[in-house]
């Protein structure tokens, strides 16, 4: 059994930062590309940033400049650190990953972890 879980999110004031945390757990055998996507209320689950496993990324053209997707593959963790928040920012953060375990390879997703931003 593989479980996600994500750490570091919370309240801040705009222009501010946070870093969101993510790691997997279980008879894993490897992993591939790790991403972030978000969800605010009312509106779809879209992706913030992607870090394949060779390294590359893609970021959501309104995070570009502002937010850096990193990854360490010997604690099978992403990172994301935000910065210069805003308040269309607000919104719940799921980490997803695709790993290979023991029972074979699938994408998995946290439990999703808020982060709101004030203005």
């Known amino acids: 059994q593989v479980q996600l879980v994500e750490s570091g999110g919370g309240l801040v004031q705009a222009g501010g930062s946070l870093r969101l945390s993510c790691t997997a757990s279980?008879?894993?055998?490897?992993?591939?590309?790790m991403g972030w996507y978000r969800q605010a209320p009312g509106k779809q689950r879209e992706l913030v940033a992607l870090v394949q496993g060779g390294g590359g990324t893609n970021y959501q053209d309104s995070v570009k400049g502002r937010f850096t997707i990193s990854r360490d593959n010997a604690k099978n963790t992403v990172y994301l650190q935000m910065n210069s928040l805003r308040p269309e920012d607000t919104a719940v953060y799921y980490c997803?990953?695709?790993?290979?375990?023991?029972?074979?390879?699938?994408?998995?997703w946290g439990q999703g972890i808020q982060v709101t931003v004030s203005s």
């Open positions: 997803n990953m695709y790993i290979a375990a023991m029972g074979g390879r699938s994408y998995y």
């Open positions: 279980g008879s894993i055998v490897g992993t591939g590309a």
